[in-house]
C-alpha cells in the first residue's frame, strides 16, 4: 500500500536528523525488504521543520521507519491511492 509519510521535528535537532537520515539511507541499502521503497524524494517545508515522501510499504515496513528514528521525528501516515482507480471506485459507490 502507498503512503504519504508526513515528518516534523524540532529545529534544535536538525543536525541529529540529517545524521540519522544518512545512516538509515545506508540500512535500506543493507536491507530493503525490511524499510519502505520511497517512490519519491523527500520534501521539506518551507513555514516549519518537516517535510514529506510517499513510499509504498506495509505495516511493519513503517513501523521500522518510526522505530529507526524514535523521538527525532514525530509522524504521520497517510494512506494514499492514484487518483483514476479511486474515482472509479467512487462511480461504482455512487450506484
Known amino acids: 500500500m502507498r ?5 516534523e521535528f524540532d529545529h534544535k535537532n536538525l543536525y541529529k536528523a540529517m545524521e ?18 520511497r517512490i519519491c524524494p523527500m520534501h521539506v517545508t518551507v513555514d516549519k521543520f518537516g517535510g514529506f515522501y510517499v513510499v509504498e510499504a506495509t505495516h511493519d515496513q513503517l513501523g521500522r521507519l518510526s522505530n529507526y528514528f524514535g ?25
Not at 503512503?3 to 515528518?7: G, T, W
Open 71 to 95: 523521538s527525532l521525528l514525530n509522524y504521520k501516515f497517510i494512506p494514499v491511492m492514484e487518483a483514476a482507480p479511486a474515482m472509479d471506485i467512487s462511480m461504482e459507490t455512487k450506484k
Open 20 to 37: 540519522r537520515e544518512k545512516e538509515y539511507v545506508k540500512e535500506v541499502e543493507k536491507h530493503p525488504d525490511k524499510y519502505p521503497k
Open 3 to 7: 503512503f504519504q509519510v508526513v515528518f
